[in-house]
């Protein structure tokens, strides 16, 4: 059972930046995938970012052009880089695993991010 960690979530103000982290409890590149969500109250979860094992990234029309998404694979972190943050983009944001095709999806707690107009 892998363990996900997230942090980095913060207050910033509109325009602000913040980078989010997700530490894995074993070697990222073990993952199909990894990615981000983010859940807003009375919303669904929607993806924000993900990336394969290859270094293939997917972003979402709602972040994409402000956010990257990115890996260290000595520190097994991965990261989700926001810019240009809007009060819209408040939300609690999830890490995800992937490890293969018929292992569930691994979620880690979320780290709460509010951006103030």
């Known amino acids: 059972q892998v363990l996900l960690v997230e942090s980095g979530g913060d207050l910033v103000e509109a325009g602000g930046s913040l980078k989010l982290s997700c530490v894995a409890s074993?070697?990222?590149?073990?993952?199909?995938?990894m990615g981000w969500f983010r859940q807003a109250p009375g919303t669904q979860r929607e993806l924000v970012a993900s990336i394969t094992r290859s270094g293939n990234t997917n972003y979402s029309d709602s972040l994409k052009g402000r956010c990257t998404v990115s890996r260290s694979t000595p520190k097994n972190t991965l990261y989700l880089e926001m810019n240009d943050l809007k009060p819209d983009d408040t939300a609690r944001y999830f890490c995800y695993a992937d490890p293969n095709s018929v292992t569930p999806r691994t979620w880690g707690q979320g780290t709460q991010v509010t951006v103030s107009s």
């Open positions: 074993r070697s990222i590149m073990s993952f199909n995938s």
